[in-house]
């Protein structure tokens, strides 16, 4: 074999190797976008490049691998459904209140699945493996908690608030909170129409 066909294997065989790591590398990112959907996005404009941001979901696929999640009982699902069905209910009385409830019935479902509840990022974090497409209405559930602790928020907000929490309680719940056949009539419902929204008192 001549030096030239050597140095043709040889580049042959870079080349092929660089487009198999091309190849693993796309591979792995799709997984990733694909398991995280709008969180992959957020947490790549967060951190300095790409590789870091995919170094950090990799390494919350790790930790969330060590969790030991469990699923509710069919007694448990109905417990927080009807414990649910009573905050709406309540939310037209006492709104502010209300999300401040919806936050602590969300927390101790987090906690009976399995999910450390002590700091909310890393509470993300964890949620994010499973949970990642209703992660931006707990993020806004918890920023609008906020405000209403400082009294910024509107009968408006708390309204938003309680809808957003509704999207990762029914994600971890695995079915709507309120089956479609027991609601109460529309109107005493936080997440109800924009045409029905004079029927929730202001504040």
Do not use: K
Request: glycine fraction near 4%; charged fraction near 30%.
């Amino acid at each position: 074999m001549s030096s030239t066909q050597v140095v043709v294997i040889v580049i042959v065989v870079a080349v092929i190797a660089a487009l198999v790591a091309v190849a693993v590398v796309a591979s792995r990112r799709r997984a990733l976008r694909e398991r995280f959907g709008p969180e992959y996005d957020r947490v790549v404009a967060e951190q300095d490049s790409r590789s870091a941001a995919e170094r950090e979901l990799r390494e919350r696929e790790r930790r969330h691998a060590e969790l030991e999640l469990t699923p509710l009982s069919p007694e448990s699902r109905a417990r927080y459904a009807a414990a649910w069905e009573e905050l709406q209910v309540r939310f037209v009385d006492s709104p502010a209140e209300t999300v401040g409830e919806a936050d602590e019935l969300v927390s101790r479902l987090i906690a009976e699945r399995g999910y450390p509840t002590g700091d909310f990022s890393d509470q993300i974090a964890h949620l994010s493996v499973e949970h990642a497409r209703t992660l931006t209405h707990y993020r806004d559930a918890h920023e609008i908690r906020q405000r209403n602790e400082r009294g910024e928020a509107g009968t408006e907000d708390l309204r938003q608030a309680l809808v957003h929490y509704r999207a990762l309680f029914a994600d971890l719940l695995g079915e709507e909170p309120v089956p479609t056949s027991t609601q109460q009539p529309e109107q005493r419902h936080p997440d109800h129409d924009h045409d029905h929204d004079h029927d929730v008192p202001s504040r």
